[in-house]
């Protein structure tokens, strides 16, 4: 065999590599993608060439949970002909396994929103009690504001005059009966009377109001073990309580208690995208979700000290510039830079120029650790429960008792490492100017026109057809899909049709990227009734709400919009739906679910592991909708996620008598084209 036979041979079997200008929409993605395939760094990219999914497990129908199998219930080619006789050893049929399997993505996805929002709790308590000093009671306000929902008083009458109470009294008595949530066992969840009457009224005669949120998703690991529920309708009901647990319970108390403590998001400028690292800084990042240790790397940074030993180093200064939603923290309360989004991770260090990469929980890829090694950065891991075995990672864990020192502890580890950078660093120009801090209070004191706040004049658009309805669009990036692309379509779709959105998470990110998340963008994208509404309060035509656990927001500010009155009575009756078009992790299905419990019509995008399960699947998506009033979808294509959100929108506007809507703008491929352009 000659040389160049032998080569040919080696190069077949070199590892498939993907097209950067195929995978992202994203230029800064395109250009970082390019680099590293330079620099011989394998990403994510490049696997989800190489590896395909199991169709198996994306029908839903592969059960692992005993030790008998796996038993895999794979759709006949032709699909089910007649009787469907598919059945695991011990008689599972796919219903009942993709249920489960649905039902342990719930229970993952709600623990872990919810246990983040309890560590928050377990802070907010200390701060309460003075036992951790680098936290405080920041946001009163929205203290005294939430107190009542926990039945803790906020005045106290004294010699017949009816006085505040003292703030940090209040706060202890919120976090004792906030951090009761988790471990109650009987009874029902306090937040469960912030939804409307009517969806309240629904959900007790449903039995599905949550008894607690801790017992919830050992409910769904227990009936989902092996011989336990075997009723695929049953199974998606403890899915509600657990999902409910989740969105109403404990991503909305870790919303509340994150906001009094770090303060609630107001409208603020922000940055978006690699372009926000600069080549001659310290460049910092935060990747995770949790805001107890990245608002303290915020005050680490902007610390003279600090900022002065960065320089001793030869460092013109330092950035701090957060990766998925620990950055949506951070930057909607404080205006810090974002680098990127989920997908984009690994590509921010390969810029060469990120000193260090500091983590605490979920979406983070384990694959940073190696491509950390093609350059210099420094992975350093802080929570015990997400530590990195692979590379070479760093673990400086993070106690809140003495928060402020860790952080600056860590962000010192990252300047150490500047005068270690291998080569020079190459940081993409792309960056964009974005508002965002869209919290429930920030829009009602927005589109409220007036001193105080107030949902009516958002109402009195939508019933006077400005607005054609609400979408929430939110969630992850998703390396089979075009990163960036179905979120981005389908937004731009939305808006030629009147209908306002509201995002969280990295589907925020990606608007913020793509200019949507500027006042401006209304003139260019929106269809003339919302640029109207825009233009004149001086907003976006996107709502950046904030990160995942904040889409307890979307259900607060659509509770809002209920009270406001005029557009029925219930969630369910809004012109609104929900979307999330390139979702990829467990949280998503847990947020889809706790959203279709409280009426809402739910899509998703690219795959959802409920194909291979038909009855099942008529459950989730037909079903479901004469029980809750809201259901699931499942659509590839974001114009017909579109036509569909549009179509239900109509169909609510219908119900309410608002049916003088306007026909949906439809677009040729020169409108296509114009807008792409734009
Ligand atoms: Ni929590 S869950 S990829 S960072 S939105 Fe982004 Fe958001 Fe999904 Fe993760």
Redesign the pocket.
């Known amino acids: 065999m000659s040389a160049e036979d032998i080569q040919t041979k080696l190069d077949d079997k070199a590892p498939k590599k993907a097209d950067p200008k195929a995978v992202s929409v994203d230029v800064a993605t395109i250009q970082m993608l390019t680099k590293a395939q330079a620099d011989g760094c394998e990403t994510i990219f490049d696997r989800a060439v190489t590896m395909k999914p199991c169709n198996i497990g994306e029908q839903g129908t592969c059960c692992k949970m005993c030790a008998q199998g796996p038993c895999r219930l794979p759709l006949p080619k032709k699909g089910v002909e007649g009787m469907d006789t598919r059945r695991g050893l011990c008689g599972a049929t796919p219903e009942t396994i993709a249920a489960r399997n649905f039902a342990r993505m719930v229970a993952a996805g709600s623990a872990a929103h919810s246990d983040h929002s309890k560590g928050v709790a377990k802070v907010f308590l200390a701060a309460a009690r003075k036992e951790a000093p680098d936290y405080q009671i920041k946001d009163t306000e929205k203290l005294l504001e939430i107190a009542p929902h926990f039945g803790v008083p906020t005045t106290v009458v004294k010699d017949g005059v009816e006085t505040q109470r003292d703030i940090y009294e209040i706060a202890v008595e919120v976090g004792e009966t906030a951090l009761a949530q988790w471990g109650q066992q009987e009874g029902e969840i306090l937040y469960a009377k912030r939804a409307p009457e009517a969806r309240y009224e629904l959900w007790k005669k449903l039995g599905v109001v949550p008894k607690g949120i801790d017992c919830e998703i050992v409910n769904i690991m227990h009936r989902t073990h092996m011989g336990c529920d075997q009723d695929y309708k049953n199974i998606i009901k403890q899915c509600s309580r657990a999902a409910l647990a989740d969105g109403w319970a404990g991503s909305m108390m870790g919303t509340d208690l994150q906001d009094v403590l770090f303060g609630t998001p107001y409208p603020i400028q922000g940055e978006i995208n690699l372009g926000v690292l600069k080549p001659d800084h310290v460049n910092v990042l935060v990747h995770?979700?949790e805001p107890l240790l990245s608002e303290m790397i915020v005050i680490a940074c902007q610390d003279p000290e600090m900022i002065e030993y960065a320089k001793s180093k030869g460092a013109k200064g330092l950035v701090l510039a957060g990766?998925?939603?620990?950055a949506?923290e951070i930057l909607v309360r404080h205006g810090m830079p974002v680098a990127g989004?989920?997908l984009q991770q690994e590509l921010a260090i390969v810029t060469g120029c990120v000193d260090a990469v500091i983590v605490d929980v979920?979406?983070i890829m384990e694959n940073i650790a190696n491509v950390a090694q093609c350059y210099h950065t420094k992975i350093i891991t802080t929570d015990p429960r997400a530590m990195i075995e692979s590379g070479d990672v760093m673990h400086i864990e993070f106690d809140e008792h003495h928060a402020l020192a860790d952080a600056k502890r860590i962000v010192k580890t990252a300047i150490d490492n500047y005068p270690n950078r291998k080569s020079e660093p190459m940081v993409p120009k792309a960056k964009e100017k974005m508002v965002v801090g869209f919290s429930a209070e920030a829009i009602s004191y927005h589109l409220g026109g007036s001193f105080r706040g107030s949902y009516v004049p958002l109402n009195d658009n939508i019933i006077n057809g400005r607005i054609r309805g609400i979408a929430g669009v939110?969630?992850?990036?998703n390396a089979r899909s075009v990163h960036d692309s179905v979120s981005l379509t389908l937004i731009k779709e939305l808006l030629k049709n009147d209908i306002i959105v509201l995002t969280?998470?990295?589907?925020a990110?990606a608007c913020g990227k793509a200019g949507l998340l500027s006042p401006e963008s209304a003139k260019v994208f929106c269809g003339p009734g919302l640029a109207e509404v825009c233009e004149t309060v001086g907003i976006p035509p996107v709502l950046h709400m904030g990160?995942?656990?904040d889409n307890s927001r979307i259900l607060v500010a659509a509770t809002e919009v209920v009270k406001a009155g005029g557009l029925g009575k219930d969630l369910s009756d809004l012109p609104a739906a929900g979307c999330a078009p390139e979702?990829?992790?467990e949280?998503?299905i847990a947020i889809g679910h706790y959203f279709v419990a409280s009426g809402v019509y739910t899509i998703f995008g690219g795959s959802l592991p409920v194909t291979g399960a038909p009855r099942f699947m008529k459950h989730l998506f037909e079903e479901l909708e004469d029980i809750y009033g809201g259901k699931w979808d499942l659509v590839v294509d974001p114009y017909e996620m579109a036509r569909r959100i549009i179509a239900h929108i109509d169909k609510k506007r219908k119900a309410l008598g608002l049916d003088k809507a306007r026909e949906r703008v439809l677009m040729d491929m020169a409108d296509r084209q114009k807008l792409e352009a734009a």
Do not use: F
């Open positions: 995770g979700h990766l998925c939603c620990t949506n989004n989920y979920q979406c939110v969630g992850c990036n969280t998470g990295c589907s990110m990160a995942c656990v979702w990829m992790s949280k998503a």
